[in-house]
């Protein structure tokens, strides 16, 4: 069976395929479209299609739009409700009309094999079937809102999902977030997570009276009552000044909203006692609720799917018709389900920049040298990651042990500076250095304690809480990423390097040759690892021969 399952109806617009059960492609319409979550969240937009990601996943598979069985559409609008929210009827009519949309992106396609996934089934599919250890399972999905609810709570056994407690709107944790976060001066919808960051730097001063406005009920959901902001920290324009009672107000929220996720979490394991949680929707993507989850929670496992935001919902409604079907579908294999490119192709789009380059005898230990001579290194790797997190295909990577590679790198991608970046650590060694989360950790959702003897070693990862957002890379299944680690530690004695995603603020993140060589041109940059080849930063003494070898 040939699914191709498609998230659109909101933001993060993105493709999967799945064939004959397992996960062949993914990938979301930013990384081709070179536009920051590929569309807003705003009904208008809501008929725009990831076309570019679809043919994509068709032509990596060699298929055709008429060779499919199906198209899974994360989104079901007749589950819609009457709303008061505006245009919101425009955003129904889009959805509804969908199938003629994609058969206008897709040629050969036929309309009537569109088949409509509720919104958070589609989270819930994306991370209950696709979880690696398999078989049944809780799963909690939270985000801003699907169709008419903002949250599910269920569980999986034998494939088959029962939702036990659904939260209508406009109650919304996800919402919430989203209202603090334009409040603070960010772009909702995408800057969530430097509130998360922010709340780092100051005590929840008003968790009292955000617990009155939010709070857990009997019933598996959860109550959001009106707060203005304002009371508590004055609105920021988005180049205001950054204060104290703004840290306090993220912190506040953020505490709170990990309170009432891990109440969620104990009703649902009362109501399942499955010992396995798995998770999804955008909130899932809050690392420090994850981890409170993970350390104080009931469940023996927590699994958090890493395109768990809307992205994720291609694939999990593509997984979900499967299983309709009384198919069995495979876990999810990884993260790196994008594009890729040869080594012969690489050096083509090198020949065609005119831009010096080299084959060293060996990328790992050419990047290993760099990074212990403290050069900031642009890593182009395999295929690229689906979901917001770079996994070492498409990374920045730097030296852990120089305290102001932290200030460097933020300036190398012009973001604010109280933002962290994260180490990649061998996962033999993680234990060493690492404690609290769960280990392994290899999609970096989880935060670790950084342990008090390594904390001065590698000053650059660690964030003002004494915590890190660790990846953990084991050589089975990353060799090339495990190596230059291992090349690193040996000339240092360090088995952690830094790893930030490859772009600037505002844009996506590089997935192409054309981008990496964009970026590392724009961006001060020391060297770009591509393939097997590696791009030296001219130095003033005099041009380099284009094409030298050694």
């Known amino acids: 069976m040939r699914v191709l399952g498609i998230n659109a109806v909101f933001h993060d617009p993105a493709a999967a395929l799945v064939v004959d059960g397992e996960v062949v ?36 598979a060699g298929l055709t739009p008429a060779d499919l069985d199906a198209v899974a559409y994360s989104y079901d609008p007749d589950l819609v409700e009457p709303s008061d929210v505006p245009w919101e009827d425009l955003r129904t009519e889009y959805a509804r009309r969908a199938p ?39 799963v909690l999905v939270n985000d801003g809102r699907g169709e008419c609810r903002s949250h599910l709570a269920g569980s999986y056994r034998d494939h088959k999902l029962e939702t036990l407690a659904a939260q209508h709107l406009p109650h919304s944790l996800g919402l919430l977030y989203e209202d603090l976060t334009e409040h603070l001066g960010f772009l909702r919808s995408s800057d969530e997570y430097k509130v998360m960051a922010l709340a780092s730097y ?37 180049d205001g000044e950054m204060t104290r009672e703004h840290a306090e107000l993220a912190a506040s929220v953020q505490v709170r909203v990990e309170e009432v996720l891990l109440d969620l979490v104990r009703w649902l394991h009362e109501r399942t006692g499955q010992k396995r949680l798995t998770m ?50 495979a876990a999810m294999p990884g ?14 789009y090198l020949r065609t920049a005119k831009i010096a380059y080299e084959q060293p005898a060996d990328v790992a230990v050419a990047v290993a040298e760099a990074l212990a001579d403290d050069q900031v290194v642009a890593w182009f790797q ?22 102001e590679n932290l200030a460097r790198l933020n300036e190398v991608k012009g973001r604010e500076q109280f933002r962290p970046i994260a180490p990649m650590v061998l996962a033999d060694r993680a234990a060493e250095l690492f404690e609290r989360g769960p280990l392994p950790s290899p999609y970096m959702l989880f935060v670790h304690d950084v342990r008090p003897e390594w904390r001065d070693r590698i000053p650059a990862v660690v964030h003002v809480d004494g915590t890190a957002r660790v990846q953990t890379v084991d050589p089975g299944s990353e060799p090339l990423m495990a190596r230059v680690i291992r090349e690193f530690d040996r000339r240092t004695g360090v088995p952690v390097v ?18 990496a060589l964009e970026c590392f041109g724009s961006a001060p940059v020391d060297l770009l690892a591509i393939g097997r080849f590696v791009v030296r930063r001219p130095q003033a003494s005099g041009p380099q021969a284009s094409g030298e070898q050694r």
Not at 210 to 226: C, Q, S
Not at 335 to 341: N, P, T, V
Not at 382 to 403: Q, V
């Open 100 to 138: 003629y949309f994609l058969a206008t992106a897709l040629p050969g396609l036929d309309p009537a094999i569109v088949r409509f996934v509720p919104h958070h089934v589609a989270h819930a599919a994306s991370t209950g079937l696709a979880a690696p250890f398999g078989g049944d399972c809780a």
């Open 382 to 403: 395999g295929r690229s990651e689906y979901g917001p997190r770079a996994l070492g295909r498409r990374s920045l990577l730097a030296h852990p042990g120089r305290a």
């Open 498 to 515: 830094v790893n930030t995603s490859l772009n600037t603020a505002g844009r996506p993140m590089v997935d192409d040759p054309r981008d």
């Open 25 to 60: 492609a993914a990938a979301e319409e930013e990384r081709f479209s070179r536009r920051k979550h590929g569309k807003r969240p705003v009904p208008f937009s809501a008929w725009e299609q990831p076309e570019q990601a679809a043919r994509w996943c068709l032509k990596h």
């Open 335 to 348: 993260a790196d389900l994008g594009r890729s490119w040869t080594d012969a192709e690489i050096e083509d």
């Open 280 to 329: 999804a929707g955008g909130v899932a993507l809050n690392c420090v609720a994850n981890t409170r989850i993970f350390a104080e929670g009931p469940f023996d496992e927590v699994w958090v799917q890493p395109a768990a935001g809307d992205a994720g919902t291609a694939l999990g409604a593509a997984l979900q018709v499967v299983a309709d079907a009384g198919e069995p579908a």
């Open 202 to 238: 100051a005590e929840p001063r008003h968790l009292d009276l955000v617990r009155e406005h939010l709070y857990a009920t009997e019933d598996g959901g959860f109550a959001v009552k009106p707060l203005d902001w304002a009371t508590l920290a004055k609105r920021r324009d988005p």
